[in-house]
């Protein structure tokens, strides 16, 4: 007997962006590793990686995200 079972996070009705398959699965199918979401709707996990992109984009030119001072001290 298992001392862990090996279950999926997740219910019906939640929608997942599978990286590997590159398809959209209703409740998890594949490990968390290997997806995106759970997203509201099969529209929002449809359009995952744009979604991903941009958010990638926005934190790209976030000043936030560069520390002056580190870049000060390349200048040097």
């Keep these: 007997m298992a001392l862990f079972k090996k279950r999926t996070v997740g219910k019906p009705g939640e929608w997942?962006?599978?990286l590997e398959h590159k398809?959209?699965?209703?409740?998890?199918?594949?490990?968390?590793k290997?997806?995106?979401g759970p997203y509201a709707s099969r529209q929002?996990?449809?359009h995952a990686m744009e979604t991903a992109?941009?958010?990638?984009?926005?934190w790209e030119n976030d000043p936030?995200?560069?520390d002056?001072?580190?870049?000060r001290s390349d200048d040097d």
Excluded: M, Q, T
Aim: charged content about 45%.
């Design 34 to 36: 290997d997806r995106f």
């Design 64 to 66: 936030k995200w560069h």
């Design 53 to 58: 992109r941009e958010r990638n984009l926005e």
């Design 16 to 18: 997942y962006y599978c």
């Design 44 to 46: 929002e996990a449809e």
């Design 23 to 32: 398809k959209v699965e209703e409740g998890p199918d594949c490990p968390g």
């Design 68 to 71: 002056a001072s580190a870049r």
